[in-house]
């Protein structure tokens, strides 16, 4: 029998995937903004527990990590207090579920790479939002996944990759940070460890290691210049330009933002048994999807 499966969040990066990804094996019904505002808890948990689903899945989230610094109360309401009625009413109502955080739960000051139990210390108000959720999720369902990721990146919305092609074609030659260091995140791999596992975890009691914290990123690291200089290499071939490299000093935000945010995947790889695959391989796939979007 089909996963019935309750998404938040239609228009975004892990939306849109989830949504196209969607086969057999799930029916999914989904709440647009319009559906269900994420900055209104109580009617969020109540669209819950009307649904006849067996797993929710929040894909929506207060994103804008610049804007979250004067909308703190915003970020809190979407990224936290509404995660935690929607994981409250999954409770109540004998729901799984699965909500994503961010390695901006971090300071970034560890060398190596960042495990699930490690000490988190946001260093702005969207990551403290997220940690916030984090830890109220866990609290009031004790069959919520979380799933931390990175530098989310997809051939839809607005994101980082299509930012960088469009200045590759447009001839431009841009400065890109490069002493912040992560794991760039296809959206469309993300979606798909969700829909594979979606009836593992419709199916695992309360407490199974399935369920708490785990990170989801594809595998290897790289500097934001590091990810733009791929596209381009991708992009454009042989033809391909320098992507200067520029401090972080030299490109001043409203948000800080932390110098390693590397997650660390061994929990999710030794309890699911997957293992993402390297940054480039997905990368070269956006860019292959986005080459058939332009021309459908
Ligand atoms: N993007 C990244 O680099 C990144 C990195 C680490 C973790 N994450 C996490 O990964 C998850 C997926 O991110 P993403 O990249 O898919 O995000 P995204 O592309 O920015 O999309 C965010 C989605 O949330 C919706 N949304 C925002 N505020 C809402 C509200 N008040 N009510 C209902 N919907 C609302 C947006 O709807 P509208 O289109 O109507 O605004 C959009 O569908 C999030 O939990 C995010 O925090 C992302």
Redesign the pocket.
């Known amino acids: 029998m089909s996963v019935r499966i309750l998404q938040f ?7 849109q995937e989830l949504i196209r990804q969607a086969d057999g094996e799930v029916e999914i019904a989904v709440l647009s ?1 319009a559906d ?4 209104n808890a109580a009617a969020c948990a109540a669209r819950v527990r009307e649904s006849d689903a067996d797993l929710v899945v929040i ?5 804008a990590v610049d804007l979250a610094e004067t909308e703190r109360d915003l970020a809190f309401a ?1 990224n936290a207090e509404t995660p935690a009625a929607i994981a409250a009413a999954c409770a109540e109502t004998g729901k799984a579920l699965v909500n ?4 901006y739960v971090f300071d970034g000051t560890k060398a190596s790479a960042y495990l699930p139990g490690d000490p988190t210390a946001p260093l702005n108000v969207y990551g403290a939002s ?1 940690q916030a959720g984090e830890a109220a999720v866990l609290a009031a369902c004790d069959r919520a996944l979380i799933l931390r ?4 990146v997809s051939a839809h ?1 607005k ?1 980082f990759v299509k930012t960088m092609l469009r200045l590759a074609r447009g001839g431009q030659s841009p400065k890109v940070v490069d002493d912040q260091v992560g794991r760039p995140t296809s ?1 469309a791999d993300l979606a798909g460890f969700v829909l594979a596992q979606a009836q593992t975890l419709a199916s695992a009691q309360g407490g199974a290691p399935v369920f708490g914290l785990h990170h989801f990123a594809n595998a290897g690291e790289t500097s934001w210049r590091g990810l733009a200089q791929a596209v381009f290499d991708e992009a454009l071939g042989d033809e391909t330009r320098e992507v200067a490299p520029i401090a972080t000093a030299d490109w001043p935000t409203p948000a800080a933002r932390p110098a390693r945010g590397v997650l660390d995947t061994t929990s999710l790889e030794a309890t699911f048994g997957v293992s993402p695959r390297p940054w480039r391989a997905a990368l070269s796939d956006i860019i292959g999807d986005l080459a058939e979007l332009e021309q459908a």
Do not use: E, M, P
């Open positions: 969040g239609l228009s975004g990066q892990l939306g903004r269900a505002d994420l900055a894909a929506a989230a207060y994103t979407v994503f955080s961010t390695d997220k990721t990175s530098w989310v919305g994101n959206a």
